[in-house]
């Protein structure tokens, strides 16, 4: 982890579909994962801005800065062309990012994999909604979490949040 002039960065990745009974759950549960955070010292968060969990994180960071000003969003994606989104919940966050990091000009399947790793290097925490599939970007981002023994803060999307 990376701590420059005390800032503490706190890393997110998330699964793009979330179930519909389940949103609701991941909600609560990102809102209490990022006043946690905070507590902890966390003050900067780092965003990937795919689709699904991503963009909920960062719209709940977003609403949180009117109540928390010290905290920061930045937005990394993983080529220039994700800028060109023409989902308008994605270019209304986007817009109210502190910053913006791009990995790579062009698209490339590798720069997901460079964002996922930017992320994890300068983070201290990491805050995952998981599915429990193995074999996406989600679970490689925790592995990479894992290897480079951060702390991992799940948020069990397969077996926990239904709401009857």
Not at 49 to 60: Q, R, S, T
Request: with cysteine; proline share 2%.
């Amino acid at each position: 982890m990376i701590i420059i002039l005390g800032i503490k960065c706190c890393g997110f990745t998330g699964h793009r579909k979330l179930p519909k009974d389940k949103i609701e759950y991941v909600r609560c549960s990102l809102r209490s994962e990022l006043l946690l955070a905070v507590m902890d010292g966390y003050t900067n968060f780092l965003v990937g801005f795919a689709d699904g969990a991503d963009l909920e994180f960062a719209e709940i960071i977003i609403k949180a800065k009117a109540v928390i000003p010290n905290i920061t969003i930045e937005a990394v994606l993983p080529f220039e062309e994700r800028l060109d989104d023409s989902d308008i919940k994605f270019q209304e966050l986007i817009k109210k990012c502190d910053k913006v990091t791009i990995i790579s000009e062009k698209n490339n399947k590798k720069n997901y994999l460079l964002r996922n790793q930017a992320i994890v290097m300068q983070s201290g925490r990491l805050i995952a909604v998981f599915n429990g599939s193995k074999r996406t970007g989600t679970a490689q981002t925790i592995r990479i979490a894992g290897e480079n023994k951060l702390e991992i803060k799940l948020i069990d999307i397969k077996n926990r949040g239904k709401i009857l």
